[in-house]
T-cell receptor
Framework: SQQGEEDPQALSIQEGENATMNCSYKTSINNLQWYRQNSGRGLVHLILIRSNEREKHSGRLRVTLDTSKKSSSLLITASRAADTASYFC?????????????FGTGTQLKVEL | DAEITQSPRHKITETGRQVTLACHQTWNHNNMFWYRQDLGHGLRLIHYSYGVQDTNKGEVSDGYSVSRSNTEDLPLTLESAASSQTSVYFCASSSSRLNEQFFGPGTRLTVL
């Protein structure tokens, strides 16, 4: 079963606009991570936010976490064509043990020139 | 530079054949994972290992096996390939002290 569910499933924007993707999850978590996957490639880690953090920044990325609503959002500011990819949230839960992550189904982002 | 590699990158096989997908990492990570990626399902965990001689079943382990004889390698074996195992397979590794996972480039497997 999927822990994280991303919304929207697909998003198309113009270069320079901001892109926001949301992730909802079901059980208590230790941390939540966002990954990017370019077409035909493996996943690349973007950012990790712990359960006791509310907001985190990394370059043009801003992640928020609301544990009361069991949701997170990923904001990409001033998007570029190179940001075109699928974005996945992944949760590490307290019940999982070890270092297992549970991935959502992803948001496909297309940034058009 | 440290990396994680998978081979082969593409494989076509027939139903009933045994297939082994290789995963090799030079990060010296203790934790290694195998996922499959299918449309509409995201990534699902097949097997994982926390160290040499340690293996554990994931969410979709039926029909798959792994072995961990050294730190660098975690081969995934499909004992008798089925068409339902047509998928893209990703290997990943992580350090015990970090939570991020490093992914290989993937193997596209087609079972005819």
């Amino acid at each position: 079963s999927q822990q994280g569910e991303e919304d929207p499933q697909a998003l198309s924007i113009q270069e320079g606009e901001n892109a926001t993707m949301n992730c909802s999850y079901k059980t208590s978590i230790n941390n939540l991570q966002w990954y990017r996957q370019n077409s035909g490639r493996g996943l690349v880690h973007l950012i990790l936010i712990r359960s006791n953090e509310r907001e985190k920044h990394s370059g043009r990325l801003r992640v928020t976490l609301d544990t009361s609503k069991k949701s997170s959002s990923l904001l990409i500011t001033a998007s570029r064509a190179a940001d075109t990819a699928s974005y996945f949230c992944a949760t590490r839960s307290f019940t999982g043990g070890g270092n297992k992550l549970t991935f959502g189904t992803g948001t496909q982002l297309k940034v058009e020139l | 530079d440290a990396e994680i590699t998978q081979s082969p990158r593409h494989k076509i096989t027939e139903t009933g054949r045994q297939v082994t997908l290789a995963c090799h990492q030079t990060w010296n990570h203790n934790n290694m994972f195998w996922y499959r990626q299918d449309l509409g399902h995201g990534l699902r965990l097949i097997h994982y290992s926390y160290g040499v001689q340690d293996t554990n079943k994931g969410e979709v382990s039926d029909g798959y096996s792994v072995s961990r004889s050294n730190t660098e390698d975690l081969p995934l074996t499909l004992e008798s390939a089925a068409s339902s195992q047509t998928s893209v397979y990703f290997c990943a590794s992580s350090s015990s002290r970090l939570n991020e996972q490093f992914f290989g480039p993937g193997t596209r497997l087609t079972v005819l």
